[in-house]
């Protein structure tokens, strides 16, 4: 079923007026109400009155993630704290995280889309949803749990984690859909054979998986481990958190909601569009939110769009599944890691720059492990065991701080990282996705 | 004093040969090692002929290392006699950081390296002598 005719099945011509009729009134509520863009819009010497058409979005300036960061905590916001009900933040990079609001009516857009979303991906409201992403301040957990709210799904909030408990109730209460990292499904397979579960025996016939990137390959295996099919989901805490496109059942592209999120497909380099259906930055406007909305945000994703009808009716264009980034951001485990967090933590640590490599793979147990290498130059060598033991442990213990995921860290001989042209290769990514 | 050369290295195939091959190039004699492991990596501990320059060719070759000084004590090998010594110390309550030694086969002597936590609170040269042992000095140790 389709969660919201209306929109999600409007005429293209419809759906462009719509969309016009938002970015005129959004153009202007920004400028009156966040002095950030306000300032942003003079810079470039545009104003609400040069906003008339969805094609003069153009005409308006980018966000960026450095932007969101730079305003910490409520610079970007077009609304005072009062007004938001919720906030959620994400860990930073360098210096300051990254702060989200939502207000009442940003929660019910949430829920909106992520009821669409759930739709899309085959569920109905008789259904009994598992929700296995992290519930607390990353957007999975809730954001999935608003959506299946609003649709009227039985919820089990089991949250990441303790999986023979997540493989019990599954058997206990037989939810037909599951939401969680496609990597932790497939970890949790293991699990299921070693406690004498035959996984194709599972009750979830339906994955919702996202917050990290996957593979076709890895839609296969976890439809033949399981005997379910398995969509992708795709959405950033900045637009909303996950719910801004969602495979349907033909799993040919992510239907992007373009009624309240507007896609553009940018190349990264000049900012300029490219033509449809050809790879390039994915740039989304916030049409409808109130806390912080924001125009034209660059996600750093990579992805193809079309506006080619899908046999399922829906006439949001899709896009392609993440094709790459435009910066080094990784995903691991559903936590987004800059290797300048790495660098970071090292600096504070010896007040060196220690020559380092991520080293990200996924194992056996088909969860991401994170690697890091650090080079032991004259300035951080210690010709004491225990000190160089206590330096292992003391890097381990502030960059988990800092990602929240457990790594391992290890000293290297100086010069054996390779250097490629004088500079290090920072992230060596094994996983075969 | 004895000068300890320190190398980081990996714990993988080859490393401690490639401190070997960088000793030999420069024709430099080793006289003692140790390592300390600690998983995926370890120290290893030298005394050589020519600390210094052996340092240089190390480092020159990319490896993190240092020298230090420690105390070379030297004591016939009889039973009993590394019993005389860390007793004495004890007395004394002097704290051994680290020590490694060996016996020279051919003129039944016994070689001790060792670091103190508190090296400064008592004279081990003194100390020593009163079972007839010797700390080497640097003429004794470097102009063999």
């Known amino acids: ?433 | 004093m004895a000068k300890q050369l320190t190398v980081f290295m990996e714990n993988r195939p080859g490393r401690v040969n490639s401190v070997c091959d960088i000793l030999e190039e420069q024709g430099l004699n080793i006289w003692a090692f140790t390592i300390q492991d600690r998983g995926d990596f370890g120290l290893m501990k030298l005394i050589v002929d020519k600390p210094d320059r052996a340092q240089l060719a190390l480092a020159d070759r990319g490896f993190a290392c240092a020298l230090k000084d420690v105390l070379a004590i030297i004591a016939p090998d009889k039973p009993g006699n590394l019993d005389r010594l860390t007793s004495a110390l004890l007395e004394k309550h002097v704290n051994i950081k680290d020590m490694y030694g060996f016996v020279s086969p051919n003129d039944r002597q016994g070689l001790c390296f060792m670091e103190f936590e508190n090296p400064d609170a008592v004279d081990i040269a003194e100390l020593v002598a009163q079972y007839d042992f010797r700390v080497l000095s640097n003429e004794e140790l470097y102009e063999l």
């Open chain 1, 1 to 433: 079923m389709i969660w919201n005719e209306k929109f999600e099945t409007m005429p293209l011509e419809e759906l462009k007026n719509l969309q016009s009729e938002r970015l005129v009134s959004l153009a202007r509520y920004v400028y009156d109400n966040c002095p950030w863009y306000k300032r942003k819009f003079n810079d470039v010497g545009v104003g609400p009155a040069d906003i008339k058409s969805i094609d003069d979005i153009v005409k308006l300036p980018f966000t960026n993630k450095l932007d969101m960061r730079d305003s910490y905590p409520f610079g970007l916001f077009s609304r005072p704290r009062t007004d938001l009900v919720e906030i959620h933040v994400s860990s930073g990079t360098t210096g300051n995280p990254t702060l989200v609001g939502y207000t009442r009516d940003d929660i019910s857009l949430w829920g909106e889309v992520m009821a669409r979303s759930l739709c899309c991906a085959g569920a109905v409201p008789d259904d009994t949803i598992q929700i296995a992403y992290g519930y607390g301040l990353f957007t999975g957990g809730l954001g999935a749990h608003y959506g299946a709210m609003e649709m009227g799904l039985t919820i089990i909030p089991t949250s990441s984690g303790q999986t023979k408990r997540q493989l019990k109730i599954m058997q206990d209460f037989q939810p037909r859909i599951l939401a969680c990292t496609p990597s932790y499904c497939l970890y949790m397979a293991d699990d299921a054979r070693e406690i004498g579960i035959d996984p194709r025996t599972a009750s979830w016939k339906i994955g919702v998986f996202g917050a990290e990137p996957w593979s076709e390959s890895m839609r296969s295996e976890i439809e033949q481990t399981w005997d379910m099919l398995a969509t992708d989901i795709y959405g950033l805490s900045e637009i909303i958190g996950p719910g801004v496109s969602q495979e349907c059942t033909y799993k040919d592209g992510l239907h992007l909601y373009s009624d309240v999120f507007y896609p553009e497909i940018i190349d990264p380099d000049t900012g300029k569009p490219v033509p449809e259906g050809q790879d390039g930055e994915l740039v989304i406007t916030t049409l409808t939110k109130q806390g912080i909305p924001l125009i034209r945000y660059r996600t750093r994703d990579i992805v193809s769009l079309t506006y080619e009808p899908c046999k399922c009716g829906r006439t949001s264009p899709r896009t392609s599944k993440i094709k790459g980034r435009t910066d080094d951001m990784i995903v691991v485990r559903g936590i987004n890691v800059f290797p300048s967090q790495i660098e970071h933590v090292l600096l504070g640590i010896e007040g060196t720059h220690p020559h380092y490599q991520l080293v990200i793979d996924r194992g056996a147990h088909k969860l991401d492990s994170v690697e890091i290498m650090v080079e032991v130059d004259e300035r951080i060598f210690s010709d004491e065991i225990k000190r160089m033991h206590a330096l292992e442990q003391k890097i381990k213990k502030e960059i988990e701080a800092v990602l929240s995921i457990g790594v391992t860290v290890r000293l290297v001989e100086p010069k054996t990282i390779a250097r490629s042209e004088g500079k290090a290769k920072r992230v060596i990514d094994k996983r075969q996705l």
